[in-house]
Every structure is written in C-alpha cells, then in structure tokens.
C-alpha cells in the first residue's frame, strides 16, 4: 500500500527566537533562509523545540505565517497545534490552517493522560475537524503518557493521519510501528540520538534539533540513510554525535537556542520559565562547534 504523503527526509524542528520576550521575527526568517539553503525538506514550526506551550495563539499564527511566506512553497510547513484540550487544539488546527500551514503536528495530551480510547477520541476528532494532514506526535519523556503502536495502527485508517513523530528512542516501539504501519503513514523519528537507528529499520525520516545547528551534515546524513548509502550515513551520525550530546545536555530547546545565537540567528534567552544555558554548557558548546567548522575564530 503506498504511503498517503511523500513527506519525508530532513524536517527541523524550529526554535523560536525572542527579543525582550517578543518575536524576533527577523531572526526567525534568516533562520529559515538558512536551513532551506542547507537542504531542509520541511519545517515544524511551534513545537517543543519552538516553545509552542508558552507562545499565544496570535504569536503562532504569525510564525506559521512567516514560514509560509518564507519558504514560498519550496517546502511544507508544519504547525504544531497540540494541547491538553481538544477543544483548544481544534481552535488552535483552525488558525494554523488559515495562517497557511500545510499541515499538523499534534502531541499526545499532556498532564491528563488520557487512556489509549481517550487518545483515539482526541486524535480522531482533530484530524476530522481539520481535514488537513495530521503527524501524531509521540513523546511520553513530556507528555505522561505514550500512544501505542496499536492505537497508531488504528488511527492510520483515518485518511487525514499521515504520519507519525516518535519521540520515545526506544527502538523497540519504532520498530513495531514500522511493522504496523510503515507501508501506510510516514515514520519519523523525533529523537537525534536514533535517527540513524530508526531509519534503518525502515524510518522515513527525522524531525530534529541538531539539524537546525548543523543542517549540512544531518541532511547528508539523512538523505544517504534513505538511499540505502548507510556507510556515509553511520560517518556524518558519528560526525553529529558530540553536537546531539551537546544539545540535549539539559532541557531542549535551551542549548539550541544559545547555538543559533552563537551562529547569529537571534537571543539565546528561552521564554520563562525555561532559563539560558549556564556556562559550563556554553562553553561545551562552543568548542563542539569549532570542532565541526560552524564557528571560526
């Protein structure tokens, strides 16, 4: 059976830069210039990585709409539009679609923790409401609760379910999900550690944070995986492996976004109450950066 979309490869999950607490939105644009010039396939915009639970419905929408308009159709843009609350994520689907998204990515319920029938409800609900192609977002780590291989396989039969974003690392559950569903829905990994692994199984892809620092190497990386050129794959994934560990020395997107202002795409200041990357870190940073030939003296 052929998959319902061609999406896949490398989609970046993309911060969102504040000055004094507002969108920077020109760091946001020169970001995006930079990532589709260094072969990014997608974007996700308003995120995890991109502070989508502190940002306010107004602010989402002007981001997707600046990606939109950005990217001029190079690429499809992503909006993430998860809550807790189906009713609020139905509202939030409807401004990201009018703002232009050309789809949705929507996170497991967080905090309630829905049983698997509660999450079956909420994704079918979204995705109907919406009619607009939907990524089921999986990342128990934040959320409290993990969506089943299972529950996917049945949410699969809805046409507008697409895809879905693993974020467990656990190789296991991707494995069963590309067993059950590959042929059907996008995979994608959602963790830069086991991107590699993932699309060895038979992963279409991965939505990450390191490619937003490196996007060079973790596009290679990920278009010679999908080739089958696993050998040039297996160098750049150990080539990126100081940078993932780097970035996800504490809570993401908080190393990223001190990186992007490293590399001069905005503040590094996270919105509260998230807080700057503490020195020890920077400094890490910084060096892993000059070994990879981002930063130069």
């Known amino acids: 059976m052929e998959r319902k979309t061609h999406w896949q490869g490398f989609f970046p999950a993309v911060p969102t830069p504040f000055r004094d607490d507002h969108l920077d939105r020109q760091a946001f644009e020169a970001h995006i210039g930079y990532l589709l010039a260094n072969g990014a396939d997608g974007l996700v915009v308003s995120g995890t990585t991109g502070e989508g639970a502190t940002l306010t419905a107004e602010e989402r929408s002007e981001l997707v709409a600046i990606a939109v308009r950005t990217v001029d159709r190079k690429v499809p843009v992503i909006a993430g539009v998860g809550t807790n609350s189906t009713t609020a994520t139905l509202r939030a689907a409807?401004?990201?679609l009018k703002a232009g998204a050309d789809g949705l990515l929507v996170v497991t319920p967080y905090y309630n923790k829905p049983p698997q029938e509660g999450l079956?409800?909420?994704f079918s609900q979204v995705a109907r409401h919406a009619g607009a192609p939907?990524?089921?977002y999986n990342v128990p780590s934040r959320t409290g609760v993990s969506i089943t291989p299972?529950?996917?396989?049945?949410?699969?039969?809805?046409?507008?379910?697409?895809a879905v974003k693993d974020a467990t690392a656990d190789l296991r559950q991707g494995s069963r999900i590309i067993d059950l569903v590959g042929d059907r829905l996008t995979v994608f990994s959602g963790d830069d550690f086991t991107a590699l692994a993932l699309m060895a199984l038979g992963g279409h892809g991965v939505i990450s944070v390191v490619g937003n620092v490196d996007p060079r190497r973790t596009g290679q990386m990920v278009h010679s995986a999908l080739e089958g050129d696993f050998q040039t794959a297996r160098r750049l994934h150990h080539q990126l492996t100081p940078l993932t560990e780097a970035l996800f020395c504490t809570t993401n997107p908080i190393p990223a976004k001190a990186a992007l202002a490293?590399?001069?795409f905005g503040d590094a200041?996270?919105?509260s109450?998230?807080?700057p990357l503490a020195e020890p870190y920077t400094h890490r940073?910084?060096?892993v950066m000059r070994d990879l030939g981002l930063l130069t003296d």
């Open 120 to 122: 079956i409800l909420h």
């Open 269 to 271: 200041r996270p919105r």
């Open 285 to 287: 940073l910084v060096q």
């Open 134 to 136: 939907t990524i089921i």
């Open 94 to 96: 409807d401004e990201a």
């Open 150 to 162: 299972e529950t996917i396989a049945q949410l699969a039969d809805l046409p507008q379910i697409v």
């Open 262 to 264: 490293l590399l001069g």
């Open 273 to 275: 109450p998230l807080v």
